[in-house]
Every structure is written in C-alpha cells, then in structure tokens.
C-alpha cells in the first residue's frame, strides 16, 4: 500500500460514521422539514415561526445559553487553574469534579427536584432553620424566575465538568517554560494567567465553549423535570411536536432551526477565538 493512501485509509473510519450517523439522518430530517403532503414547502417553518410559544421557547433557550455558558465557563477556568496547580491529590480533586459528568440530564433533573419540590430539602431545611412554618412552592407556573434558576443551577452543577476536562487538557499541553520565564520577570500570578496562559488556551477554550454551546441549546430534560411546559424551550417544542402533536414536519423544522442556531453560534465563537498563526504553539 501506498504511504501516501495511509492518512486516507485512517480517516476513513471516522468518514463512514458521519456519513452513517450524521449526513444520512440530517438528510432525512431536512427532507421532513422541507415536505408536507409529498410537495416540496416552507409551510412547517410557517408553522414554527407563527406558533405562539415559539418567541418564548427562543427567548427561554437563547437566555439560558447566556447565562450558563458564562458561568461555566469561568468556574471551568478557576478549576482547571486549581486542578494543575495541585501537588498532591490532582487525581482525586479531578475525579470529585467530574462525577455529575456522568449523570444523566433526566437524573440530574430529578436530583435538583428533590430540592426544589414542595416537600424537598430547601423546604425542610427553611423549616428546620425556623425561617419558613409552610412549604413554599418553589417550582409553581407562577414562579417562572425561580424554575429558571433551578435549570441554570441543575446545568451549571451537571456540564461544568464537561469544559473542565477539556482546559485542564488545554492547560497540560502548555510549556511550563512559558510561565517560568513571565514569573523571572515579575509577572504577578494573575498576569501570568491572563497574559500567557489564557491566550495560550485558545484552541482549547474554543472547542470547549463551542461544545458547550451547542448543548445548550439542546437543554430539554432538566427543563422538563423541573418546569415541565411552564418554560418552553427549542428542545421541548421537537419534543411535543413529534409525539404529543404528531407532526413529525414541524418537529423536524424546529431541529433545523436550532442546528442553525448551532452553527451561527459556532461561527462566532471560532472567529472571536480564533488562533493567529505566530501565537500557535
């Protein structure tokens, strides 16, 4: 065999499976949201754009993008700081960090609602704390606000993990000589950071926040878990339009919208993170 065929023939594992598990089922779903009645039709976009609770299924996901990702982004940053700067222990403090990666969305929600809930453990610990004689109904369709911050808690404790693994492999890669030559120059530890190591981490932040991103605009189940229909999200209208609706055109039209939403997102996050070619390391 050719060397020059061997990069090709390694690529091609990952090749078929975009093909099979991505190119394929985008093919069909654009083809659903495309077609009503066998006739080529923009009337399932119509239809998502003239339902009443797309504004706010928009506005509810847009908002909880900008507020989680922000969040986490920084409580990514401080711990894979900490994470690195550790002698002993690294291996456990990472570990400790990481265990809500593995939980579900479901269960993750369903941990959070056991908080929230009427007789949860806020209500008990007010109780016991002598601060409240009643439970109070945290998660009501009155108190959209306090649903909110449940989703964004619930978010921010469960996919934290999922930046920190990446910085902390992005900070792994940086060359120690870097920060030792700043530090023999009396740059403080906060300079050092934001001068050397942040610019440095680009790449990996890039692909960190992109990732993230991207799931964001994917939230449904904690947001189902704990507000049920009370905050509409993108997610969620797929989810009701495909099986309690029964209009698979119109489930299919609100995935394109937010795969466009993705892509948009991903575009600005590469050109405002991107690498110029004399910093790369």
């Not at 006739?39 to 706010?56: L, M």
Request: aromatic residues 12%.
């Amino acid at each position: 065999m050719s060397p020059a065929r061997i990069p090709y023939l390694l690529l091609l594992p990952a090749t078929l499976f975009l093909l099979v598990f991505f190119v394929y089922p985008f093919g069909l779903v654009a083809i659903e949201a495309f077609s009503r009645d066998g006739s080529f039709t923009a009337a399932n976009f119509q239809t998502v754009f003239g339902h009443w609770k797309f504004p706010a299924a928009m506005t509810n996901t847009l908002l909880l993008a900008l507020v989680i990702v922000p969040i986490q982004t920084v409580l990514a940053l401080a711990m894979a700081v900490l994470v690195t700067k550790m002698t002993r222990g690294r291996d456990m403090a990472l570990y400790v960090f990481t265990i809500p990666l593995g939980i579900s969305d479901l269960a993750a929600g369903i941990i959070w609602l056991a908080i929230f809930e009427q007789s949860g453990f806020l209500n008990s610990m007010l109780y016991h704390l002598g601060v409240s004689e009643q439970p109070t109904i945290w998660l009501g369709y009155q108190s959209k606000w306090v649903i909110f911050l449940a989703v964004v808690l619930a978010e921010v404790w469960r996919a934290t993990a999922i930046m920190l693994v990446i910085l902390v492999a992005g900070i792994g890669l940086i060359p120690k000589e870097y920060n030792e030559a700043a530090e023999v120059f009396g740059a403080s530890p906060w300079k050092r950071f934001t001068r050397v190591t942040l610019p440095l981490l680009r790449p990996s932040l890039q692909t960190a926040l992109i990732l993230r991103v991207i799931l964001a605009f994917e939230v449904f189940a904690v947001v189902a878990t704990l507000g049920g229909t009370t905050l509409p999200v993108l997610m969620g209208e797929v989810y009701q339009w495909q099986f309690a609706l029964q209009d698979r055109g119109v489930a299919a039209a609100y995935a394109i919208v937010i795969l466009a939403i993705s892509i948009a997102a991903t575009l600005v996050i590469m050109r405002a993170l991107r690498v110029p070619k004399e910093a790369r390391i």
